[in-house]
């Protein structure tokens, strides 16, 4: 019973961590830039909301700490993937006009 608390916990965080990659790439596509303060205020709180989600099921004893930093760590390099591929477009596109 417990094991499979522990996966539904796990899975849970990475769903929120998915939903975080997907919420910046719509802001992304609705031309937010990386520097606007909305796309950086939208990131931080949606970031941190899940590093608290992490901490508490760590507390709980239904993540291992170590799995649950390796999500937020996936999580921030994901994130930097869809904010250099935004740069690169963006460069591009520069080019072109």
Same mark, same amino acid.
């Given at each position: 019973?417990?094991?499979?608390?522990?996966?539904?916990?796990?899975?849970?965080?990475?769903?929120?961590?998915?939903?975080?990659?997907?919420?910046?790439?719509?802001?992304?596509?609705?031309?937010?830039?990386?520097?606007?303060? *909305?796309?950086? @205020?939208?990131?931080?709180?949606?970031?941190?909301? &899940?590093? #608290? %989600? /992490?901490?508490?099921?760590?507390? !709980?004893?239904? *993540?291992?700490? @170590?799995?649950?930093?390796?999500?937020?760590?996936? &999580?921030? #390099? %994901? /994130?930097?993937?869809?904010?250099? !591929?935004?740069?690169?477009?963006?460069?591009?596109?520069?080019?072109?006009?």
């Amino acid at each position: 019973m417990k094991e499979e608390l522990r996966h539904q916990a796990y899975e849970q965080l990475e769903a929120d961590a998915d939903r975080i990659v997907q919420l910046i790439k719509v802001q992304m596509d609705n031309l937010t830039m990386p520097q606007c303060p *909305v796309y950086e @205020e939208v990131l931080d709180t949606q970031m941190f909301g &899940l590093s #608290k %989600e /992490v901490n508490f099921a760590v507390r !709980l004893g239904l *993540v291992d700490a @170590e799995d649950g930093r390796e999500l937020l760590e996936r &999580l921030e #390099k %994901e /994130v930097s993937k869809v904010h250099d !591929l935004y740069m690169q477009e963006e460069k591009l596109e520069s080019k072109e006009i």
